[in-house]
């Protein structure tokens, strides 16, 4: 059964500084893997997606990275800002072995709390 | 271009009675999947719903229901609500069948309390 984790549960930064947020799955044979941003009370924003064949994906000052073999992603912020401030929730697909049916497993986030 | 709408928002119910919530997914998006989001266990899958039939389900029990119209807005039902169904539920829509190509959009959820 693929279980996901994330480390640390919360955080909490000076702003400016660099940070990463780590993501552990137990089994390998992920589709892709994909961090979400959850602000309080609101839905999921997808931030990055990495295809299972990817090393890594950038987005302005984001930066994920994936390696399969050792079941890890991390998540870079670079300069972080108060308004990062959320949860931050790692997720792999799985399809099933016909490829007709997949679903996302998420971790239980990490909480990123920016301080001015 | 509207994003993905659920209603209602907040709802308060008691044990035993059912609730129904909605999904209204982006334009032109096929495919429904719901997610239940509690503190203890995270965000767990219900199911997925693509052209009016259930494509994929979630390790949850027979009280928890949906079902998708033909213009794509889908609904999901649950029967005889225990405490431990309190939580945020999420919708999400995406344009085709749920697939790792797929970018999924999710809705600002539907937070339900059982007291």
């Known amino acids: 059964k693929q279980e996901v984790t994330q480390i640390p549960a919360a955080l909490s930064v000076p702003e400016g500084e660099n940070l990463v947020l780590n993501c552990s799955f137990t089994?390998?044979?992920?589709?892709?893997l994909q961090w979400f941003r959850q602000d309080p009370g609101k839905g999921l924003t997808s931030l990055l997606l990495i295809q299972s064949s990817q090393r890594e994906q950038t987005s302005g000052r984001l930066n994920a990275s994936l390696d399969k073999s050792s079941g890890r992603s991390t998540l870079y912020i670079a300069a972080s800002q108060p308004g990062d401030s959320a949860t931050y929730l790692c997720?792999?697909?799985?399809?099933?072995?016909?490829?007709?049916?997949?679903?996302?497993?998420f971790g239980k986030g990490t909480k990123l709390s920016v301080k001015p | 271009k509207a994003g993905v709408t659920q209603t209602p928002r907040y709802l308060i119910k008691t044990r035993g009675q059912q609730v129904t919530l909605s999904c209204s997914p982006i334009?032109?998006?096929?495919?429904v999947s719901w997610y239940q989001q509690t503190p203890g266990q995270g965000l767990q899958f219900l199911f997925e719903y693509f052209s009016e039939t259930q494509r994929n389900k979630g390790n949850f029990p027979g009280r928890f229901s949906g079902r998708q119209f033909s213009n794509s807005r889908s609904e999901m039902n649950v029967s005889t609500l225990e405490l431990g169904d309190s939580a945020l539920y999420l919708c999400?829509?995406?344009?085709?069948?749920?697939?790792?190509?797929?970018?999924?959009?999710f809705g600002a959820g539907s937070r339900l309390t059982v007291l």
């Open positions: 997720a792999v697909f799985l399809m099933n072995y016909g490829g007709s049916q997949g679903n996302l497993i």
């Open positions: 999400a829509s995406s344009l085709d069948r749920v697939s790792g190509a797929n970018v999924l959009t």
């Open positions: 334009s032109g998006h096929r495919s």
């Open positions: 089994d390998s044979a992920i589709y892709n």
